[in-house]
């Protein structure tokens, strides 16, 4: 499954939103906060966008210089939570955001260890929250 334009979290609100009320889920080399989404705000531009197109779970990735280290490292640490983000979206929970927070442990561990990491720790959420 492709990780499609609408599915990134620009607006800095929205990335507050869930670091202020999403469910903390530790994942060893990352922290993955999820909040469910308020899809019913009032606005008609909300109503449209949600009649349009289907609810898919959106994402946000940051890795600060203090905790992985220079920009070569943070976008190599981002790039590898995308792709884990990429292909595991069939697990996650539809109309949630989720806020992935990078450690220098993302850089040096392999991709299969933090894809299982990943799936157990939100494998049990996903199954909760639907």
């Given at each position: 499954m492709r990780y499609r334009a609408g599915q990134h979290i620009r607006r800095q609100p929205d990335i507050r939103r869930v670091r202020t009320r999403g469910r903390r889920h530790d994942c060893g080399a990352f922290v993955?906060?999820?909040?469910?989404?308020?899809?019913?705000?009032g606005t008609?531009?909300?109503?449209?966008?949600?009649l349009k197109t289907p609810a898919l779970p959106?994402?946000?990735?940051?890795?600060?210089?203090?905790a992985v280290g220079n920009a070569v490292l943070r976008n190599r640490a981002k790039r590898r939570l995308r792709e884990l983000f990429r292909a595991n979206q069939d697990?996650?929970?539809?109309?949630?955001d989720?806020?992935?927070?990078?450690?220098r442990a993302v850089l040096d561990a392999p991709f299969a260890v933090l894809a299982?990491?990943?799936?157990?720790?939100?494998?049990?959420?996903?199954a909760k929250t639907s």
């Open positions: 993955v906060l999820s909040a469910p989404r308020d899809t019913a705000d008609p531009e909300t109503a449209a966008r949600s959106r994402a946000a990735f940051v890795a600060s210089r203090v697990i996650l929970p539809p109309d949630t989720f806020l992935f927070l990078a450690r299982r990491n990943f799936r157990a720790a939100l494998g049990g959420a996903a």
